[in-house]
């Protein structure tokens, strides 16, 4: 029960705050606020080892957060309307598996909450919830102290959700909502083991509305999007680690691809990908050359963008040059992540690359696009 208490006091006292004259809130603030409270149950994924399945049967998953999220009171807003009316925000979460060795891990992130079709004045919606951020409090693999967690091996971790949700409108101030997701925590290779700890959930929720934007007689009007190219030029690096109980490594990537602007969401393309893995020849008792050192592939790319400037980029690389003494595991990778335009051109975020699902290692990015877009915007 004392869990919940950090959970309740930061609800009510943002209950509190909203409790104020509608006309007067949507006359003076660009954002209305949106308070939420969820509760989660789940199953933990074994790894295939003996050791890592016992202690995933073992596991019993609770987990509880609370979002202060905001949406945007602009109905001409183009991204706005694309997403339906979304809420984007920051959240904190607090869980426990009832097993010592894993821990009892929190995390801070950011989230969006998109309705699949336009809420209107419906009492029977869905949406679906994606969530980044980063998390603490694990309790990691130590060959002495805790040898049976051989999922994680740091005490920080980066936070995914990603949630599906059925939302029930007792009126239009408050929500109720079932959800079905799954969520993953891993620290991108930084430190071994990384098998990730993998959960599949089913929750329940509240959120408190008020000042809700009116959409019952709202028609969307959209400019038509003129598709327009763009490349861009990126830099990546990061720290991986080999081997457990060893010391961490640089390793560094340029990419170069070509995008297509497709509508207000999409962008694909191709792209060319260059990797560098520092001390291959001493970590591996060999000499160090150019070919044990570097690698290259071809990238098919994808962004998914969820504001003007806030975007999700996706991409499938396969190896025309790979080496498996750099945790080059498979002849393909993923990539997935989050990046910010901090202007037209500028843009920097963070990664993950992975082989089959198995974390390489953590791509912090900054890079420049060239472009010239030719829509214009209702609001920036």
């Not at 340029?254 to 291959?280: C, E, H, I, P």
């Amino acid at each position: 029960m004392r869990k919940l208490i950090p959970f309740l006091i930061i609800f009510l006292a943002t209950y509190s705050g909203f409790t104020q004259n509608d006309s007067i809130w949507v006359k003076k603030h660009k954002y209305n606020k949106v308070a939420s409270y969820g509760y989660e149950l789940g199953s933990m994924l074994g790894n295939g080892s003996d050791l890592g399945d016992k202690l995933a049967n073992r596991s019993s998953y609770r987990g509880y957060e609370a979002r202060l999220g905001f949406k945007l009171n602009d109905k001409a807003d183009v991204y706005n309307q694309v997403y339906r009316f979304p809420i984007m925000g920051v959240g904190f979460y607090m869980s426990t598996f009832h097993e010592e060795e894993i821990g009892n891990p929190n995390a801070l992130f950011y989230y969006f909450n998109m309705p699949v079709t336009f809420e209107r004045n419906r009492k029977l919606t869905m949406s679906y919830l994606g969530a980044f951020g980063l998390s603490y409090n694990f309790h990691p693999f130590d060959s002495v102290n805790n040898p049976s967690d051989v999922f994680i091996g740091s005490y920080n971790n980066c936070y995914f959700n990603f949630t599906y949700m059925l939302n029930f409108h007792i009126d239009p101030e408050w929500v109720v909502d079932i959800s079905v997701g799954i969520k993953h925590f891993s620290n991108g290779s930084f430190k071994q083991p990384n098998y990730g700890i993998n959960l599949l959930l089913l929750g329940a929720g509240v959120s408190y509305r008020p000042n809700n934007v009116h959409l019952q007689h709202f028609e969307k009007s959209i400019p038509k999007f003129i598709r327009h190219n763009q490349f861009n030029l990126t830099l990546m690096a990061g720290s991986k680690n080999y081997v457990a109980g060893e010391k961490n490594y640089l390793k560094t990537g340029l990419g170069v691809n070509w995008l297509r602007a497709l509508g207000y969401k999409y962008r694909g393309g191709l792209g060319f990908d260059m990797y560098y893995a520092a001390q291959s020849g001493p970590r591996n008792d060999v000499e160090t050359t150019f070919s044990n050192s570097m690698s290259f592939a071809v990238v098919g790319s994808w962004e998914w963008a969820l504001t003007r400037k806030l975007y999700v980029p996706v991409a499938f690389g396969v190896y025309l040059k790979r080496n498996e003494l750099n945790g080059e595991a498979e002849p393909y990778y993923e990539r997935v992540g989050i990046r910010y335009r901090l202007n037209n051109n500028l843009f920097a975020g963070v990664t993950i690359k992975a082989h089959k699902g198995v974390a390489d290692f953590f791509e912090w990015t900054v890079g420049y696009t060239l472009f010239n877009d030719p829509n214009k915007y209702d609001s920036q």
